[in-house]
C-alpha cells in the first residue's frame, strides 16, 4: 500500500417527488441527483425512478416496469413519462 490514502465519499441518493406537471425538470434534476451521488449503472437509475413513482404514475408505465428492455432502461422510462406527462397542465 503507498503512503497515499484514497478516500471515497458516498452521497445518499434522493430523489426529489415526482413532478406530473413539469417532468422534464423533474427529470433534469434527478439525473443532478444521480451525478451529485456518484450514481451511474441503468439499472440503478432505472430502480430509483422506479421505486419514487407514485401508484398513478405506475399505472402508465406498468408495461415498461413489468417487462423492463435489457438496456437503457432508465432512457426508456424518462422518456415514456416525458411523452405522456410532458404537456400536462396540472
Known amino acids: 500500500m503507498t503512503s497515499e490514502t484514497v478516500e471515497v465519499a458516498r452521497i445518499a441518493?434522493?430523489?426529489p417527488?415526482?413532478?406530473?406537471?413539469n417532468?422534464?425538470?423533474?427529470?433534469a434534476q434527478c439525473d443532478h441527483a444521480f451525478t451529485f451521488s456518484g450514481t451511474s449503472s441503468d439499472d440503478t437509475k432505472y430502480s430509483?425512478?422506479?421505486?419514487?413513482?407514485d401508484a398513478e404514475t405506475l399505472s402508465?408505465?406498468?408495461?415498461?416496469v413489468?417487462?423492463?428492455?435489457?438496456?437503457d432502461k432508465y432512457h426508456?422510462?424518462?422518456?415514456?413519462l416525458i411523452?405522456?406527462?410532458g404537456d400536462s397542465k396540472n
Not at 417527488?17 to 406537471?21: G, L, Q, R, T
Not at 402508465?60 to 415498461?64: E, G, P, R
Open 23 to 27: 417532468v422534464r425538470l423533474w427529470i
Open 13 to 15: 441518493l434522493r430523489l
Open 48 to 53: 430509483a425512478l422506479v421505486a419514487n413513482l
Open 83 to 85: 411523452t405522456q406527462f
Open 17 to 21: 417527488p415526482f413532478w406530473k406537471s
Open 66 to 71: 413489468l417487462s423492463p428492455p435489457n438496456s
Open 76 to 80: 426508456t422510462l424518462s422518456q415514456r
Open 60 to 64: 402508465y408505465v406498468s408495461d415498461i
